[in-house]
């Protein structure tokens, strides 16, 4: 009479073992919920790691820009900054601070040497307001030999021609400030690309150019 009471007791303890596995039925939802969360959290964070780099990047990128661009930065302060060099207070230079120079082979052409130094910006404006040219442009070996032949004269070894570098980048070019064409020159050697700065100069010796920050000052030629 023992035996038929086993089989019920036995699918009771089946029925109820069944019943505590399914007495949560949302376990199941919960728990794969919390894994998406931990994905999208870290995949946040790596997001913010990847943002983070391209930030630093960029950072770099700016930081060298601007290495590269500081020669430039500098010339423009130096002719900005400079009251003489935009016009005010300027003063002509005296008679005995120049000398007028000739060529044989042009009769309409005047260069003057001036051996005052002032920065490119300055002298530019002195050829301009004072006689009426600009700082000299060079179109022939002929022309660069007899000016430097010219100022073999002054203590200093450079001065300035008309020169200059404009633009950014790739649009760099050297041109003249009297805006003539720029189809000759005469760089030293490793100019201009070893050079620094966006003016040129006239060596006194060799007659070769070099590059030369604007803000130096230096006795310069005009031509009118």
Known sequence: MKCPLLLPLLLLGTVAA???????PHLDI???????????EGSGEQEGELALT???I???????????NQDTFEDEQAMESDPAALGEDLQCPREEETIELHHPGCK??????VRTPRRFKQAQNVCRRCYRGNLVSIHSYHLNYR???????INQGQVWIGGIRR??????????????????????????????????????????????????????????
């Open 18 to 24: 069944l019943h505590l596995e399914s007495d949560d």
């Open 108 to 113: 309409t052409c005047r260069y003057r040497l």
């Open 58 to 68: 960029q950072s770099e990128g700016e930081e060298a820009e601007a290495s590269t």
């Open 167 to 224: 633009g950014w980048r790739c649009r760099r070019r050297f041109r003249w400030t009297d805006g003539s064409r720029w189809n000759f020159s005469y760089w030293a050697s490793g100019q201009p690309r070893k050079g620094r700065g966006r003016c040129v100069a006239l060596c006194t010796r060799g007659g070769h150019w070099r590059r030369v920050p604007c803000s130096r000052r230096l006795p310069f030629i005009c031509s009118s």
């Open 30 to 40: 919960r728990e794969t919920q919390a894994d998406l969360t931990q994905d999208v």
């Open 147 to 153: 000016l430097q032949c010219s100022v073999r004269c």
């Open 54 to 56: 391209e930030e630093v």
